[in-house]
């Protein structure tokens, strides 16, 4: 369990963590998610006791990291798959910190086996790909067997197969009852991985929920409506009392109806239509309406470039 607690970092007048508490529990996947610059890396590197707060507090399994002893066998993390000497074996990298940190060297196998690098395991790290790094990375965090294994933004730069390997790894690994705790700043990333969200914006805490509660609060569903007599199907639809919004485009969306009704009523009237379509708006564009505000660099985009329904929360580049 990692446990925060008023947790603040600042940099001068940056203030990069503003009093986030949360707790990440074991046995589920805990996502931590935020846009760039939210200050997910600065929390996680205070959790490791790599940055000091300015305020607050931050304790895994109820203890401080520079007060656990072997804290590898408490927590493993990649926070920077490139932190590795180049000119060192995959082995050799492994077996040193086995060394520094009271781990058994049996452990060293195990876990180029866990991360699929065991017919490399004595060819220098410089050669690797981005990929192996980062299942080295991983197989570091995975050596001393800890309860609690943190990633920051593991699936960055991996190929579709390296993203796929990942997910069910941290899947398997809060199945095993671990904590687990992972960064992103894609929602779609996170839906397919975590069961708890946690969300920050310019360092504040913005939700703290499970997965199915996010989905259940934020995938709008609706219909959509195209139909070459738009006007007659306005007049209809109004006259059954249901709502309609003129969407862009010369489409029509009905946010409380189901398609058979629509389509009934259509038909009775001889309305031709050219779509009806239930729609489910993403769980991206919820993120993005979450954390609108506490953007960071907004990018300049004309309209075009604006995912429909961003609206909301934007306040303009
Ligand atoms: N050493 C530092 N000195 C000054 N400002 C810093 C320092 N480290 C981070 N910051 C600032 O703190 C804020 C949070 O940064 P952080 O890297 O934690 O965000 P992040 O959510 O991990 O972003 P990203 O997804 O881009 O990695 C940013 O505005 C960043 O510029």
């Known amino acids: 369990m990692i446990e925060l607690a008023g947790l603040t970092k600042r940099y001068g007048d940056k203030v ?13 996947v805990t996502g931590f998610l935020g846009p760039n610059g939210a200050g997910k890396s600065t929390t996680m590197r205070m959790i490791l006791g790599l940055d000091h707060p300015t305020a607050g507090d931050v304790r895994i399994d109820g203890t401080h990291y520079d007060r656990l002893k072997d804290p590898l066998t408490y927590i493993g993390a990649l926070l920077d798959a490139k932190a590795v000497h180049g000119g060192r074996s995959a082995w050799n990298h492994l077996l040193c910190l086995a060394q520094s ?3 058994p060297s049996s452990r060293v196998a195990e876990v180029l086996e866990t991360v699929g690098l065991t017919a490399v395991a004595r060819k220098k790290t410089k050669g690797f790909s981005y990929g192996m790094g980062q299942r080295l990375g991983i197989a570091a965090a995975l050596l001393g067997d800890p309860r609690i294994v943190m990633f920051d933004e593991p699936v960055n730069g991996l ?3 390296g993203i796929h390997w990942i997910r069910n790894l941290m899947k398997s690994l809060a199945a095993q009852g671990r904590t687990v705790f992972v960064s992103s700043h894609l929602m779609s990333e996170m839906a397919l991985t975590a069961d708890h969200l946690v969300v920050i914006g310019q360092g504040r805490l913005l939700a703290d929920t499970s997965m199915a509660d996010f989905v259940r609060a934020n995938s ?5 409506i195209r139909s070459p007599q738009r006007e007659r ?3 209809v639809l109004h006259q059954a009392g249901i709502t ?7 489409t029509l969306e009905v946010a409380a109806g189901k398609p058979e009704q629509i389509g009934e009523l259509a038909a009775r009237n001889g309305i031709v239509l050219h779509e009806l379509s239930p729609q489910q708006a993403s769980l991206e564009e919820a993120f993005m309406q979450l954390t609108a505000e506490a953007v960071e660099y907004h990018a300049h985009a004309g309209p075009a470039a604006v995912p429909q329904g961003w609206g909301a929360g934007w306040k303009g580049a």
Not at 17 to 25: A, E, G, I, K
Not at 244 to 250: C, I, K, N, Q, W
């Open 101 to 103: 940190n009271g781990i």
């Open 16 to 28: 990069a963590v503003d009093h986030l508490t949360f707790t990440v529990r074991p046995g589920v």
């Open 159 to 161: 190929d579709p197969e």
């Open 233 to 235: 199907l306005l007049d």
């Open 220 to 224: 709008r569903s609706y219909v959509r």
């Open 244 to 250: 309609v919004v003129e969407a862009g485009g010369g």
